[in-house]
C-alpha cells in the first residue's frame, strides 16, 4: 500500500480545458483539522464520501504522504458537521492532454475566480505534457492547498500579496 502523493499544480488560464474535459462533477469538503503537519478532510462528491489525512509536504512540495478511506454519505455528512469553518466547493473537470490526465478545479463561494490544475505523478521526475490553457506552477505553494483556501480563501487575497 502506498501512502505517498505525489503531484504538480498550475493555475489555469482559460476555459480551453472545458472542451477536452471528459467528466466532471462537484465536490464540497471541510476539513477537521487544517494543521499542514496533518490535515484532515471530509470530501463529498455526488453518491460517494471519503476521509483523507495528509501529511506535511517534502521541501519542494511535490510529494506528501496521504492516507484514504472511503466513507458511508451519512458518516460524511455529520462529520462535516463538526469541520472547522470554511468549506471548499468546486467542480472538477477530468481533461486528458497527451499522457497526461489533469485534475482541474474550479472554485466557488469565497475562491470563486481560483482555477488550478494537478497531475498526479507515479514519480518526482516524471515528465508531464504541459497544455497551452496552463500557466504558473504553484506546486509546494501552501496558500494554494484547499486546507488553507478554506482558512484565507481567494477573495481574501490582494492582487499585489498574492503568493
Known amino acids: 500500500m502506498e501512502f505517498t502523493e505525489i503531484e504538480r499544480k498550475f493555475l489555469v488560464l482559460s476555459n480551453q480545458f472545458k472542451e477536452n474535459a471528459h467528466e466532471h462533477y462537484r465536490i464540497v469538503q471541510g476539513f477537521l ?24 509536504g517534502d ?4 510529494s506528501r504522504f496521504e492516507w484514504e478511506k472511503e466513507l458511508d454519505i451519512r458518516e460524511a455528512e ?24 489533469f485534475e482541474v478545479d474550479e472554485f466557488y463561494g469565497e475562491n470563486t475566480g481560483l482555477v488550478i490544475a494537478e497531475a498526479e ?26 486546507s488553507q483556501l478554506s482558512q484565507n480563501p481567494y477573495s481574501n487575497w490582494k492582487k499585489d500579496q498574492a503568493p
Not at 59 to 62: D, I, K, N, Q, V
Request: aromatic share 8%; hydrophobic share 35%.
Open 78 to 101: 455529520a462529520l462535516l458537521e463538526l469541520c472547522e469553518p470554511g468549506r471548499i466547493e468546486k467542480t472538477r473537470y477530468l481533461v486528458q492532454f497527451g499522457a497526461t490526465l
Open 121 to 146: 505523478l507515479e514519480s518526482s521526475d516524471q515528465r508531464i505534457d504541459i497544455p497551452g490553457w496552463l500557466g504558473e506552477e504553484v506546486t509546494g505553494q501552501k496558500a494554494y492547498y484547499n
Open 59 to 62: 521541501s519542494s512540495g511535490l
Open 33 to 56: 483539522n487544517s494543521d499542514p503537519a496533518r490535515v484532515v478532510r471530509i470530501r463529498l462528491s455526488g453518491k460517494e464520501a471519503w476521509i483523507t489525512v495528509k501529511g506535511i
